[in-house]
């Protein structure tokens, strides 16, 4: 059974990079047809979706944040992260990471519990 | 602003069913049998609760069916129970951006 897991700090100034790293267990991120994926959820709100990357390392991102993100794999250790640069208390928020299915299987099987990172001075 | 509708809350007492509904367009919902539905009990993650419309994962109760009609899916809870009280969301798949996923901005379920 697949399992992942957020990390990473819960206290970022406004204007610094955001970064969080997903470690997943009970399969590899480097194989298998599925994306890797970030979303997130301001308190009381929706859930936004953020970006995603594939096993080959191809990712999309939203267009409302793609100048602001980068997520990353690192195969070795089997994880995958996030950087989220020039934040603002807008990015205040928990954060997911999830695995996701290619195509029509697109839904998201699998979460992490989620880390709330505060975006405050 | 959602890609696709959901009603802001619905209500239901103990043993009823409720409905909730996801609305969305005909290159969305329904184009493709491929609407997921999550539950969100307050302070935890989204769990996948329905896949391709009506496919439950394994362990998740019978009592959540869903159906689609048009451009509008539904998740039916029947026999309501007072931990069925949650925030509920629906995606679907679409082919008109790379992004290939949209959501729904959730439904409260409040179980009186």
């Known amino acids: 059974q697949v399992q992942l897991q957020e990390s990473g700090p819960g206290l970022v100034k406004p204007s610094q990079t955001l970064s969080l790293t997903c470690t997943v267990s009970?399969?590899?991120?480097?194989?298998?047809?599925?994306?890797w994926t970030w979303i997130r959820q301001p308190a009381g709100k929706g859930l936004e979706w953020i970006g995603r990357?594939?096993?080959?390392?191809?990712?999309n991102y939203d267009p409302s944040l793609r100048s602001r993100v980068t997520i990353s794999l690192d195969t070795p250790k089997n994880q995958f992260s996030l950087n989220v640069s020039s934040v603002t208390a807008a990015d205040t928020a928990v954060y997911y990471c999830?695995?996701?299915?290619?195509?029509?299987?697109?839904?998201?099987?699998?979460w992490g519990l989620g880390t709330l990172v505060s975006v405050s001075s | 602003q959602s890609a696709l509708t959901q009603p802001a809350s619905v209500s239901g007492s103990p043993g009823q069913s409720i409905a909730i509904s996801c609305s969305g367009t005909?290159?969305?919902?329904?184009?493709?049998?491929?609407v997921s539905w999550y539950q969100q009990r307050p302070g935890t993650a989204p769990r996948l609760i329905l896949f391709?419309?009506?496919n439950r994962p394994s362990g998740v109760s019978d009592r959540f069916s869903g159906s689609k009609s048009g451009n509008t899916a539904s998740l039916t809870i029947s026999g309501l129970q007072a931990d069925d009280e949650a925030d509920y969301y629906c995606?679907?798949?679409?082919?008109?951006?790379?992004?290939?996923?949209?959501f729904g901005g959730g439904t409260k379920l409040t179980v009186l």
């Open positions: 999830a695995r996701a299915g290619v195509g029509e299987q697109n839904y998201f099987d699998s």
């Open positions: 009970g399969d590899s991120i480097s194989s298998g047809d599925y994306y």
């Open positions: 990357i594939y096993t080959t390392g191809r990712t």
């Open positions: 005909s290159s969305d919902v329904g184009a493709y049998d491929a």
């Open positions: 391709d419309v009506s």
């Open positions: 995606t679907s798949y679409t082919a008109t951006s790379a992004l290939d996923v949209v």
